[in-house]
C-alpha cells in the first residue's frame, strides 16, 4: 500500500515538472479575425474613412474620421480534469474511496483507488465474536491494536496469550516481549524508565552515604561525650601500706 502511494505521488510531481501552461498572447497580432468553435476572438486594428464633397461654387469640404479598436482575447486554460468516485458499495465494509487528479497546460491525470480501514474490521470482527459468547476472543482481537494493548496492561488486565490470561498472561508477553504488539513504544517507555530509575538510584545512594557520614560522626560525638564523663566520675585510689607485725 505505502509502495503505491509513492509511486502515484512521484508520478504526479513528474507530470508537474514537465508540464507547461499555455497562455493566450496578443502581442504578435496581425490584425487578423478568427472564431472556432466557442473561443474568444481578438480583434485589433485601426480604420479610417475620409469623406470629400466639391461643390460648383469653388469650395470644397474634406471630413476625416479615424477609429481604432482593440479587443483583448481572454486567457482560457484547458478542460479540468475530473477524479473518479469511488463507493464503498456497502455500509458494512470498511472500505473508502480516495481519488485525485492533476490538469496542467499539455493534458490531465486522474486516477483513484479503495483503502481498507483495519480499524474498522478489528471494531466489526470484536462485535461479531462477542455476540457468539466469545469474550476472550474478542478482547483478543482488540488487543491487536497497540493502544488497546497498552490501556489493557496499564489497568491490570493484561491481553490474552496463548490462551492464557491474567497473571500468567502478564508472564508470557513478558517472556516473549518482541511478539508485544505496542514492541517499539514499548521499547521506547522501557528506556525512559530505566534512566528515571538510574537517576533515582542515584540519588538514593547520595542520600544514603550522606546519613551514613551523619550517622558516623554523630557516633563519634557520643563516645566522646562519655569517654569525658567516665573520666570526671572515675574514683580515687587509695594506698595502703603493708605494715610487717613481728614476734
Not at 486516477?111 to 459468547?133: M, P, S, T, W, Y
Amino acid at each position: 500500500m505505502l509502495k503505491d502511494n509513492l509511486v502515484l505521488a512521484f508520478l504526479v510531481t513528474f507530470i508537474l515538472c514537465i508540464s507547461v501552461p499555455a497562455w493566450g498572447d496578443s502581442t504578435n497580432d496581425n490584425n487578423a479575425q478568427t472564431n472556432s468553435s466557442g473561443s474568444n476572438t481578438q480583434i485589433t486594428g485601426g480604420y479610417t474613412s475620409t469623406t470629400t464633397n466639391t461643390y460648383s461654387g469653388g469650395q470644397t469640404n474634406t471630413t476625416t474620421s479615424t477609429t481604432t479598436s482593440s479587443t483583448n482575447g481572454s486567457e482560457i486554460p484547458p478542460p479540468s480534469a475530473n477524479s473518479p468516485s469511488y463507493s464503498s458499495m456497502s455500509q458494512d465494509v470498511c472500505s473508502m474511496g480516495v481519488s485525485g487528479s492533476v490538469s496542467t497546460g499539455v493534458f490531465g491525470l486522474s486516477g483513484g483507488k479503495h483503502v481498507v480501514d483495519l480499524n474498522c474490521e478489528r471494531i466489526k470482527l470484536a462485535k461479531v465474536l462477542q455476540d457468539f459468547g466469545m469474550k476472550v476472543a474478542s478482547v483478543a482481537v482488540l488487543c491487536q491494536d497497540p493502544r488497546v494493548f497498552m490501556a489493557m496492561e496499564a489497568a491490570g488486565t493484561p491481553c490474552p496469550f496463548d490462551g492464557k490470561i491474567g497473571a500468567e498472561a502478564a508472564a508470557l508477553w513478558d517472556t516473549y516481549e518482541e511478539l508485544r504488539p505496542d514492541y517499539k513504544l514499548y521499547k521506547e517507555r522501557m528506556e525512559i524508565r530505566a534512566e528515571v530509575d538510574a537517576v533515582i538510584a542515584a540519588e538514593l545512594a547520595e542520600q544514603i552515604a550522606k546519613d551514613e557520614e551523619a550517622a558516623r560522626k554523630a557516633q563519634e560525638e557520643l563516645d566522646k561525650q562519655l569517654e569525658s564523663q567516665i573520666t570526671e566520675t572515675e574514683a580515687p585510689v587509695i594506698y595502703v601500706p603493708t605494715i610487717n607485725v613481728h614476734q
